[in-house]
């Protein structure tokens, strides 16, 4: 099994920039089996895909709101993703989570939430305006 922890979350003024981190452990070489991405949740919404990365091959999907803005990147020596968030915007205050599913798909199906069965137990990124 693999295990996922989020890090790096925390306030930032609009404009800004935040960096996320979800760090894997467990049965790590599972990754290249996988793929991990990042969904987000505010208060009173559905949790909505961001941004997803297959590991084997770098592919790469984003949802249209945060494309230009936010990119995905992954350390195969550390196990490790990340999420680079510039220009935030107060709209993209919710808890961020990490997640990861058996995949060698890549494109717009890495978007459907039910491709991931592991998730990290979510971060907090807050946007002031």
């Known amino acids: 099994q693999v295990q996922l922890v989020e890090s790096g979350g925390g306030l930032v003024q609009a404009g800004g920039s935040l960096r996320l981190s979800c760090a894997a452990s467990?049965?790590?070489?599972?990754?290249?089996?996988?793929?991990v991405g990042w969904f987000r949740q505010a208060p009173g919404k559905e949790r909505e895909f961001v941004t997803a990365?297959?590991?084997?091959?770098?592919?790469?999907y984003s949802a249209d709101s945060v494309k230009g803005r936010f990119t995905i990147s992954r350390d195969n020596a550390k196990s490790t993703m990340y999420l680079q968030m510039n220009s935030l915007k107060p709209e993209d205050t919710a808890v961020y989570y990490c997640?990861?599913?058996?995949?060698?798909?890549?494109?717009?199906?890495?978007?459907?939430?039910?491709?991931?069965?592991?998730w990290g137990q979510g971060t907090q990124v807050t946007v002031a305006s």
């Open positions: 997640a990861a599913g058996r995949s060698s798909y890549s494109g717009s199906y890495l978007a459907n939430i039910r491709l991931y069965n592991l």
């Open positions: 990365i297959v590991w084997n091959n770098g592919s790469t």
């Open positions: 467990g049965r790590t070489f599972s990754l290249y089996a996988m793929a």
